[in-house]
């Protein structure tokens, strides 16, 4: 399958208003390893390629396990995750497929057990930013490039 437009080439001020959004959720308090953690996840719930690719490499490189980036998609059955992580990828399940029961209260509930407002509108912001990159990647089927 090979892409079918750039991006970032045809309509660069878009590309650039989102980048806006990404460095917003990349300054906020969460932490690192989880701002990874979540746009893996999310992009593998989109099926964006190009995207699971660069944030596993970013992931892998800034200290993150292989065990942890690549068990993300089973993160229900894996041991290796904190509450705060896991009820975060809950989210991030829950945003992504939005459409089907929003974010449930029992979710959200669990969330104000581990974060404070502004951390839960910090995590609204990740997810949501990484969901809109992933549905441009897929829609102009951005590629990543294969490793030597």
């Not at 993300?72 to 990828?89: C, Q």
């Not at 407002?117 to 490039?145: H, W």
Request: overall charge negative.
């Amino acid at each position: 399958m090979s892409a079918r437009f750039n991006l970032m080439k045809e309509n660069a001020e878009v590309y650039a208003t989102l980048g806006k959004l990404d460095t917003l959720g990349r300054e906020s308090s969460i932490p690192k390893d989880l701002q990874e953690l979540i746009k893996i996840y999310a992009s593998s719930l989109n099926h964006c390629a190009f995207c699971i690719d660069m944030h596993t490499k970013e992931a892998l490189e800034n200290g993150e396990t292989v065990q942890r980036v690549m068990g993300v998609n089973a993160w229900r059955e894996a041991p290796f995750y904190t509450d705060k992580e896991r009820v975060v990828l809950e989210l991030v399940e829950e945003v992504t497929f939005i459409h089907q029961h929003g974010v449930s209260d029992a979710v959200y509930a669990e969330l104000e057990k581990h974060y404070g407002e502004k951390e839960i509108g910090e995590l609204y912001l990740l997810i949501a930013t990484i969901n809109a990159y992933n549905r441009l990647g897929v829609m102009s089927r951005l590629q990543p490039k294969a490793d030597k």
